[in-house]
């Protein structure tokens, strides 16, 4: 079974460009996640979709990070325009639904550098 | 916050020997989770714990959790220089949304 895929791995821009990260789930999986982790730091969740719609992004910075899902499947999530705090690795990862007790599946993860 | 603690944050070891790592939590959760990560295989799902449920095993693995504590502890035995990672526990309290900790850094030396 293929795993959650990601690109690109490593991505290097100056701050105040914009960035996009893409994210396959594995197949089947109705519910995705982007994650972004802080060098040092656990994963911190920055939205959950269920199908194409948003379930919680209670943690995602609105007036510089958006994230869609259109098509139920794959999912983008854009920086715009990027800051140097924004430096991390952004972890996807699915699951088969968002009920209790559903393991989460991530992928490689994009590794952003901000200069 | 929700956010679990890590204790202690990094750990060396000889191989052979028992690794143990405590996590805190601050609010009810609905379980807890256990996360390996390294750079060869990303972040990886070890073993969860339900809330009604104390003790749980998975092979080298043994997971505890005490709700009145709001504590849990992994205890890894007889490891391996393959066990070399951070190890990470998350807590989930509704819509499957976990809240990672700060994690534990483990060195098993050969």
């Known amino acids: 079974e293929a795993g959650v895929a990601q690109s690109p791995r490593y991505k290097i821009i100056e701050k105040r460009q914009s960035v996009a990260f893409w994210c396959n789930p594995i197949?089947?999986?109705?519910?995705l996640y982007w994650y972004q982790q802080i060098l040092g730091q656990g994963p911190k969740l920055l939205i959950q979709f269920q199908n194409n719609g948003v379930v919680d992004d209670s943690q995602l910075p609105k007036d510089r990070f958006s994230a869609e899902r259109l098509k139920g499947v794959d999912s983008t999530l854009k920086i715009q325009p990027a800051k140097l705090e924004d430096s991390a690795v952004y972890l996807c990862?699915?699951?088969?639904?968002?009920?209790?007790?559903?393991?989460?599946?991530f992928g490689p993860g994009t590794r952003l550098t901000v200069l | 916050s929700q956010q679990g603690e890590e204790d202690p944050q990094a750990l060396s070891i000889q191989e052979g020997e028992n690794a143990t790592m405590n996590c805190s939590y601050k609010t009810s959760i609905n379980n807890l989770q256990w996360y390996r990560q390294n750079s060869g295989r990303g972040l990886v799902h070890l073993i969860l714990?339900?809330?009604?449920?104390r003790e749980k095993h998975s092979g080298r693995l043994r997971v505890t959790l005490d709700t009145s504590k709001k504590s849990s502890s992994l205890l890894i035995t007889a490891s391996r220089a393959a066990d070399t990672a951070s190890y990470f526990c998350?807590?989930?309290?509704?819509?499957?949304?976990?809240?990672f900790g700060t994690g534990t850094r483990l060195t098993v030396i050969p």
């Open positions: 990862a699915s699951s088969l639904a968002s009920g209790v007790y559903n393991e989460q599946f």
């Open positions: 197949s089947g999986h109705a519910t």
């Open positions: 998350a807590t989930e309290a509704g819509a499957n949304n976990l809240f």
């Open positions: 714990i339900r809330s009604n449920e």
